[in-house]
């Protein structure tokens, strides 16, 4: 079982920088594929950026490419989303996720259903 806590939300105006984090039990987090997902309150969730087990490949969805940076520290089980030039369109719930056995292209990483855990959600509102 791996539990998922992420944490870094707030509320921030437009143009400002947030980073979230997601920590991650167990000892097998270096072999996961790690992803963020966001939901608007009212909309289906969103794929929002990827990493591989190694950090080394990376996939965004077309919202935040260019804007959002993420990243992965596995001596520390802990996976980060930095978010830069935030938009009120970014307001959501972000998830992130875990795909214990993923291959890293991008249709696998970008469908939710592919993820095996998640966690509970941090909130993100941006204000115009």
């Known amino acids: 079982q791996v539990q998922l806590v992420e944490s870094g939300g707030g509320l921030v105006q437009a143009g400002d920088s947030l980073r979230l984090s997601c920590a991650a039990s167990g000892r097998t987090f270096s072999t996961y594929v790690m992803g963020w997902f966001r939901q608007a309150p009212g909309k289906e969730r969103e794929f929002v950026a990827a990493i591989s087990w190694n950090g080394g490949s990376t996939y965004y969805g077309n919202t935040v490419k260019g804007r959002f940076t993420i990243s992965r520290d596995n001596a520390k089980n802990t996976v980060y989303l930095q978010m830069n030039s935030l938009k009120p369109e970014d307001t959501a719930v972000y998830y992130c996720?875990?795909?214990?056995?993923?291959?890293?292209?991008?249709?696998?990483?970008?469908?939710?259903?592919?993820?095996?855990?998640w966690g509970q959600g941090t909130q993100v509102t941006v204000s115009s």
């Open positions: 996720a875990a795909q214990v056995l993923g291959r890293f292209i991008p249709v696998t990483v970008s469908t939710d259903s592919r993820y095996d855990y």
